[in-house]
């Protein structure tokens, strides 16, 4: 059974740091690209940065280059989401998505909420 446990969101003031964490369980890990979404309230879920497997290339949404950084470490089955300079734009649901060809699985989510 395949599962993805998203873990570090929180409440944080603008300009403030939280580094996001997905433990991975279940599946072969390294042979998974990764990424993380978000979704606002009222808003449709969309890709924030991802990450290829076995690591190496990653990708970012424009809104977060250059403050967001993705990681991880097949060693430990995670994969991370360092974020830097937080906006309240960035306030949301954050998932983690394992895929790999037509396959993919999906972690609960970590509330992140940036707000003064």
């Known amino acids: 059974q395949v599962q993805l446990v998203e873990s570090g969101g929180g409440l944080v003031q603008p300009g403030g740091s939280l580094r996001l964490s997905c433990a991975a369980s279940?599946?072969?890990?390294?042979?998974?690209?990764m990424s993380w979404y978000r979704q606002a309230p009222g808003k449709e879920r969309a890709l924030v940065a991802s990450i290829s497997s076995p690591g190496g290339i990653t990708n970012y949404a424009d809104s977060v280059k250059g403050r967001f950084g993705i990681s991880r470490d097949n060693a430990k089955n995670t994969v991370y989401l360092e974020m830097n300079n937080l906006k309240p734009d960035d306030t949301a649901v954050y998932y983690c998505?394992?895929?790999?060809?037509?396959?993919?699985?999906w972690g609960q989510g970590t509330q992140v909420t940036v707000s003064s």
């Open positions: 279940g599946l072969t890990f390294s042979r998974y690209a």
């Open positions: 998505k394992a895929f790999v060809s037509l396959l993919e699985w």
